[in-house]
């Protein structure tokens, strides 16, 4: 008798699509186009230009769409900023209440949104039923709550602004759901603009705004293409910028943005390892790759799309993963049994397979498994690329299709260093069943997503987002909440500008007979990396003059070299970030103790620099004491969350330093304001290279004495003196130093944000601020100085 078991091998799928007729009706029904949504209606389609709309499953077109032009982009602005004065005005509870009407509005059409969703992008039912929708609904909910709790739990905060934002085609309406849901919550009205491949699902959404109630131009949808998209992010009007997609155009956002004082947020590529120890259970592990690569057409930012595999079970581990590959399912994306749809579009189709002709060209042995393959529209079969190198091409690109390379290692330090070997840092899937294995991994590796023995999990509560040129900011989670917000700070009061002026350098040799100042210690002082004092590379120091026009001593005239320097010494700090925390409040202390030990020679030499009055002088330094002993105390204190995420999991969102910071440090407050930007970053665990203020240094310099008698590690603090401006662009050139703090340069922004664009570190251009008020320390600057890491470990049943 046959065996239930066997049958089940042998039985075929019978077609199970899910009906499309609403869907279809409604595009009926739009016939005409669609206009672009602003001010809550919808405008002509006649009066602009427009585009088709596609089903890449069938090549039909679905629809046309209007071309955003800049006078749209402009309306839709306008009315956003319009909106924000009566949105941002509401309570939270008010807000509150239309977030939740958006997430009952959304599960009402939640099959609706799914279909039509599956037949714009490719995407198969079971995934756009199952997933995307539901979490789109489960993100409005969630910042409802966030929109009730924000005045309690954001204290001191404010919205933003209008928000520009522009998302990608691989999740349509979930990316406009983490885009919109935060932005709305905390009081900003938004301008999105969907992929021009897939605007559907946001039209939909837009017609759903209207339906539950939301005042006009709070949300406003404005279709096109990149050119769209940049007319947005430009727009002045527009004071904060949410960006899903490539790097490629992330870094062109990056440029565009510079100097403007766009709030800016960037969630672009990975190439995300998926590790496989020998001691996993295999099975798992194959069905996590197939969830880890093949879900989406692996058209998915965070995907496992680099499998690295223990090489004692390697070849078992890739006949187990074969053999899987050989029952996914290709085909109509509206089947409820497919597995696998279609790829978003003949031009993504064409560069998949490119990629992978590259990667057997490099020498990659290519697998596909022999499945029935749809005749015609955007298919591509699961492919496994086995024997790649880790320089390679497919191996360092983005794919973003379903296509899988593996590669082997030995040891758990070498599964690390393959791992981090990308310019990306998203996501990370380890697989062990040893956790103190898996969670010395998920420490090391370098993502903003690390899941153990599981893959793609995303809940509204979790942060998402990445480290290196994976990008910064986060979405979910408190966390995302802060890309929506700004600190409402204190007017600062007048007081001296950043230096423009260049430093009249003087050869270092000659400055050492200068004339002696009354009340300052005249010296040259020199440059401090790696924990020794260093001559300037380039030989010369320049004179730091008084108010009175006096010169009170020589600064070195630091440059390019010695930043690079710098940042090697940093780079062999790294055991600073290592240390408990503990250990580095100790430290913080002893540096405090030993500032307070010389707090008149610290006063002496700022009345002496600034002019200040003794009794100004006495409350800088006693100020930066304080601030010191403040960051000390805070150092153990920095605590990251357990996120109540929706799965059995304990979601550990870890504040993780960035590791290497550039810090320009403010003219106002020499002292205080260097303190006040180097101790919380020091608590964090970051090593720090630090450019004093030009007009001011020597506070900053005599500060070497105190890192040399409290125990700092050599290379955890170098400072180096000169011209703000070039040594903050070196600084933000730099591929190692993975955040700028630029408070110095006051009026240069523009050139060392758009420097930043090479490794996209994050910079903090700080607006002046009044240091010596509450507005000078707190936990911004710890978060600022850190980056969430959400750990996603199994828990419970
Ligand atoms: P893309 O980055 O060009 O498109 C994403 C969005 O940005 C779209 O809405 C587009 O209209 C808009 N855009 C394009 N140029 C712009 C500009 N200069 N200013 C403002 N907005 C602009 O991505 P594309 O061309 O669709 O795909 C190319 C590759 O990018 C893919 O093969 C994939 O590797 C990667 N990609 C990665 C995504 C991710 O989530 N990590 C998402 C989409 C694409
Ligand atoms: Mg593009």
């Not at 560069?351 to 298919?379: H, N, T, Y």
């Not at 930007?677 to 290279?689: C, E, F, K, S, Y």
């Amino acid at each position: 008798m046959a065996l239930i078991k066997d049958i089940l091998q042998t039985m075929e799928y019978g077609p199970s699509p899910e009906s499309n007729e609403h869907v279809v009706a409604w595009l009926g029904q739009h016939e005409a186009g669609f206009g672009h949504f602003i001010d809550g209606k919808f405008t002509d389609p006649a009066a602009s230009e427009s585009f088709e709309v596609t089903s890449p499953a069938n090549g039909k077109v679905l629809a046309r769409v209007a071309r955003g032009t800049a006078e749209d982009v402009d309306r839709a602005v306008a009315a956003a900023t319009r909106a924000f004065k009566s949105w941002s005005k509401l309570s939270g509870h008010e807000r509150a209440r239309h977030l939740y009407a958006l997430a009952r509005h959304i599960q009402k059409r939640d099959r609706f949104l799914a279909v039509l969703e599956t037949m714009d992008n490719g995407k198969p039912i079971r995934e756009s039923r199952d997933i995307d929708i539901p979490l789109v609904a489960r993100h409005f909910y969630h910042h409802a709550g966030w929109a009730e709790l924000i005045e309690s739990e954001f204290p001191g905060y404010q919205p933003v602004g209008v928000c520009g934002q522009v998302i990608p085609w691989n999740f349509p309406l979930l990316m406009l759901a983490w885009k919109i849901a935060p932005a709305l919550a905390a009081g900003n009205t938004v301008v999105l603009k969907p992929a021009e491949q897939t605007p559907l699902t946001a039209l939909a959404f837009a017609e759903i705004c209207r339906e539950a109630g939301l005042p006009d131009g709070v949300v406003n949808i404005v279709t096109g293409e990149g050119d769209t998209g940049a007319a947005l992010v430009g727009h002045p009007g527009v004071a904060k910028v949410a960006f899903t997609g490539s790097t490629e155009v992330g870094r062109i956002i990056r440029r565009a943005t510079a100097g403007s004082g766009k709030k800016l947020s960037l969630e672009l590529g990975g190439k995300s390892p998926f590790i496989v120890f020998d001691d996993a259970d295999l099975d798992s592990a194959v069905e996590g790759l197939v969830d880890a690569i093949w879900f989406n057409q692996g058209e998915v930012c965070c995907a496992g799309s680099r499998l690295l595999v223990q090489e004692g079970i390697a070849e078992k581990f890739y006949a187990k993963l074969r053999a899987r590959m050989g029952t996914l399912r290709v085909g109509d994306p509206l089947d409820k049994s497919t597995d696998i749809g279609a790829v978003v579009s003949t031009e993504q189709l064409e560069r998949i397979g490119a990629l992978v002709a590259k990667g057997r060209q490099e020498g990659a042995e290519v697998f596909q498994p022999s499945i029935a393959m749809p005749a015609k529209g955007c298919f591509f079969p699961p492919t496994l690329m086995t024997g790649v190198e880790p320089a390679s091409t497919v191996a360092m690109v983005e794919i973003f299709g379903p296509v899988l390379v593996a590669m082997t290692f030995r040891t758990p330090d070498e599964a690390v260093a393959l791992a981090n070997n990308t310019r990306f840092g998203l996501a990370a899937s380890i697989w062990s069943e040893n956790i103190n294995r898996s969670l010395d991994i998920a420490a090391r590796v370098k993502a903003g997503v690390v899941w153990i023995n599981a893959t793609n999990l995303f809940d509204a509560a979790a942060g998402f987002g990445g480290y290196r040129e994976s990008g910064f900011g986060r979405e979910g989670g408190r966390e995302g909440l802060y890309e929506y917000l700004v600190p409402a700070l204190g007017k600062p009061a007048k007081g001296a500008e950043a230096t423009k002026a260049p430093l009249n350098p003087t050869p270092s040799a000659a400055t050492a007979l200068a004339p002696v100042s009354d009340d300052a210690i005249d010296r040259t002082a020199k440059l401090y990396i790696g924990g020794k004092q260093a001559r300037p590379d380039s030989g010369y120091s320049y004179a730091v003059v008084n108010p009175a026009g006096k010169t009170v001593g020589h600064a070195g005239l630091g440059n390019r070299k010695d930043i690079r320097n710098a940042v090697e010494a940093a780079a062999k700090a790294g055991s600073w970030g290592a240390a408990t925390a503990h250990n580095r409040a100790q430290i913080l202390y002893y540096i405090a103790e030993n500032l307070s030990a010389r707090a008149a020679e610290f006063e002496a030499r700022l009345r002496a620099m600034t002019g200040a009055s003794a009794k100004d002088a006495a409350e800088e330094v006693a100020a930066s004491i304080r601030r010191t002993f403040f960051y000390a105390g805070f150092a153990d204190k920095h605590d990251g969350a357990v996120h109540s995420t929706k799965s059995r999991h304990v979601t550990l969102a870890m504040n993780e330093p960035f590791g290497i910071m550039g810090i320009v440090c403010p003219d106002k407050a020499p002292l205080l304001g260097f303190v006040s930007l180097v101790m919380p970053a020091l608590a964090a665990g970051n090593r720090v290279i630090a450019v004093p203020s030009a007009r001011h240094p020597l506070a900053a310099t005599d500060f070497y004495q105190l890192l040399d008698t409290s125990d700092v590690p050599a290379g955890v603090v170098s400072i180096v003196t000169g011209e703000t401006a070039s040594l903050a662009k070196t600084l933000a050139e730099h591929d190692e130093v993975a955040a700028l703090w630029d408070f110095g340069s006051t009026g240069d922004a523009a050139t060392i944000e758009a420097a930043s664009a090479g490794n996209l570190k994050p910079v903090w251009s700080g607006a002046p601020r009044d240091w010596t008020s509450g507005d000078g320390q707190g936990r911004e600057f710890l978060r600022r100085a850190t980056q969430v890491k959400n750990i996603w470990v199994p828990y419970g049943e």
